[in-house]
């Protein structure tokens, strides 16, 4: 029999798989704009790479110290301030098994990555969930929940489902005000995607200890299958972290086609340059039908809908359309979406314009 505490968890729910949809519905035609991948694919010097995998029958290296060195140097850091993780989820349940037991808090804002919740109840850590203010993560409100209990304060910039990003300004004022002995784990999964001006939290790995920032190769670089993460701490704190880390937490192939993306700088270019053209339109689009979408620093927007959630969804789902419903994420009266191909986005937008009369007449 399971403890009693996995058996109040609820399971993390991911997107349907195109594959899944195709079976249900006996649709030719699906459009995934569910799960925020890169509609161009993946790097291509990362597919490169992994043609010249050999030797799987043997344990190769476990640290990939010239691979952290090269994660870890734009941002003025080292290969010992870098924990790898399968993906960046690892990484988070990681940090929760590393730091919090019984008896501890965890902050956190809702609606946020559902995985924080989960990974911190997991290792029995009362979580402390601090409401968005209009999508955005509400700081102050974050900072008066802080207790002498509280052992680790998640913030995810850009926030995951919403979007939002947090300013610099609002960033170095609350930094100075969380209490030192706070770990403050700041998922940037989505950076790359995020435009001038914005906040590099790998920054402040270098100015304050109890930091962890997280990043991953699933998204800009198109390996969401391969599973690749990692994370920036000070020289200490990456120390516990990687005595956690499970051996071998990452393939060969995994090591190889990161390392490959990592020289693609042409595909990045051209990913965030499609990401931007696309947002512009879509946005363009939102504010024609009279929607509205909080301002998005990422690969994907949350745009309100004049019916429920999961009634939305359905009705895209049935035209071949895979979005995340609002209702699964703590976000009522939305839709998370991908933003994706110029043919997926318009197929979208044609879609919502065409589903709109029907949405509003029964609101």
């Known amino acids: 029999m399971s403890r009693p505490t996995v058996r109040k968890l609820a399971p993390y729910v991911p997107g349907k798989t195109i594959e899944e949809v195709q079976r249900v519905l006996g649709l030719e035609r699906i459009i995934k704009l569910a799960s925020n991948e890169n509609p161009l694919g ?7 790479a992994l043609r010249h995998i050999d030797r799987l029958h043997l344990y190769l290296d476990d640290a990939y110290p010239e691979l952290r060195e090269r994660l870890a140097a734009p941002y003025g850091l080292h290969a010992s301030n870098v924990v790898l993780g399968h993906g960046s989820n690892e990484l988070v349940n990681i940090a929760c098994e590393t730091l919090l037991e019984a008896g501890d808090e965890a902050v956190m804002a809702t609606p946020s990555f559902s995985l924080y919740k989960l990974a911190a109840v997991l290792q029995g850590a009362a979580v402390i969930e601090v409401p968005l203010r209009e999508g955005v993560h509400d700081l102050d409100a974050m900072l008066e929940a802080v207790t002498e209990r509280t052992k680790l304060l998640f913030i995810c910039d850009p926030n995951n489902p919403t979007g939002t990003a947090l300013p610099p300004d609002a960033w170095r004022s609350f930094l100075a ?54 994370g920036f701490a000070d020289v200490e704190l990456a120390g516990w972290l990687n005595r956690v880390r499970l051996p071998f937490n990452i393939s060969r192939p ?17 990913s965030l340059a499609s990401n931007l053209a696309g947002k512009a339109f879509m946005y363009k689009q939102i504010e024609t039908l009279g929607l509205q979408a909080y301002p998005t620093e990422a690969n994907f927007y949350a745009v309100s809908v004049p019916v429920s959630a999961t009634r939305a969804y359905e009705d895209l789902l049935a ?16 839709l998370r979406i991908t933003i994706g191909s110029p043919e997926e986005n318009a197929a979208l937008a044609d879609a919502l314009e065409q589903l709109l009369p029907a949405w509003k007449a029964a609101a």
């Not at 993946?42 to 490169?48: N, R």
């Not at 035209?319 to 939305?334: E, K, N, Q, T």
């Open 42 to 48: 993946s790097s291509p010097k990362a597919m490169a």
């Open 177 to 230: 005000r969380v209490p030192e002995r706070v770990t403050v784990l700041v998922d940037q999964a989505y950076r790359e995607y995020m435009g001038a001006g914005t906040f590099e939290a790998a920054d402040i790995v270098r100015e304050r200890q109890n930091t962890i920032v997280l990043r991953t190769m699933s998204k800009v670089y198109g390996l969401a299958s391969l599973r690749f993460g990692y």
């Open 254 to 270: 995994a090591a190889l086609g990161a390392a490959g993306a990592l020289d693609d700088e042409e595909f990045v270019a051209m």
């Open 319 to 334: 035209r071949g359309i895979i979005v995340r419903s609002g209702d699964a994420l703590g976000m009522p009266g939305r």
